[in-house]
């Protein structure tokens, strides 16, 4: 449902807001006692993030795009050159990487935005809508993909959907109304895998 908190929630794990009650940890870390500067390094080292509109940067290539958060971490061009292509190649799009992201599909899009969002090693990825802009088709491809890094990567997906199938990819599933958690509950797929 629209206006019910899920981007807030999301915005507040990804500390790009504080909330205004109740506590986030991370890591057994509560994310209220994370300052200044500290912010900025745990949500670059810790986190990745994807979003409904991709939020590519059109003047870039797509394999820069990608790059753009390790460059900002510190971390050396040519180390980042070799990583970006593997996760380009793993999301399945190495053959645009040269192309501007502009150029691309939305589906296309959203994979190169995942592709970004693994350059640090996060240990956990937020995404916000991240198949409302996208066909059926596309949306299954993509919570497939998600699906597969969390199985294969360990990372832990954070997803917030207003779609009742998108929701069922989850493995955990919280329903918000006015801010407040009205349902929380492991999904059948969840159950399924153990």
């Known amino acids: 449902t629209s206006g019910?908190?899920?981007?807030?929630?999301?915005?507040?794990?990804?500390?790009l807001d504080r909330p205004t009650s109740g506590k986030?940890?991370?890591?057994?870390?509560?994310?209220?006692?994370?300052?200044?500067?500290?912010?900025?390094?745990?949500?670059?080292?810790?986190?990745?993030?994807?979003?409904?509109n991709y939020n590519l940067i059109p003047r870039l290539t797509v394999l820069?795009?990608?790059?753009?958060?390790?460059?900002?971490?510190g971390k050396s061009v040519n180390q980042l050159k070799e990583k970006a292509?593997?996760?380009?190649?793993?999301?399945g799009i190495s053959h645009r990487a040269h192309h501007k992201g502009v150029h691309l599909s939305g589906g296309e899009q959203q994979r190169a935005a995942i592709a970004r969002?693994?350059?640090?090693?996060?240990?956990?990825v937020l995404a916000d809508e991240p198949t409302g802009a996208l066909d059926s088709k596309s949306s299954k491809e993509i919570m497939e993909l998600l699906e597969n890094l969390n199985r294969n990567r360990g990372v832990t997906i954070v997803f917030v959907s207003h779609d009742e199938e998108i929701a069922g990819y989850g493995k955990r599933r919280i329903e918000l109304k006015d801010g407040r958690i009205v349902s929380d509950h492991k999904t059948k797929k969840s159950m399924k895998k153990g």
């Open 4 to 15: 019910c908190g899920k981007s807030t929630l999301l915005h507040c794990m990804g500390l």
């Open 117 to 124: 969002a693994l350059i640090n090693d996060p240990i956990i």
């Open 24 to 52: 986030i940890y991370i890591e057994g870390k509560d994310t209220g006692q994370i300052t200044g500067k500290e912010v900025a390094a745990f949500r670059g080292k810790r986190m990745g993030f994807v979003f409904q």
């Open 64 to 73: 820069e795009n990608v790059m753009l958060p390790g460059l900002i971490a």
């Open 85 to 91: 292509l593997s996760l380009l190649k793993e999301v």
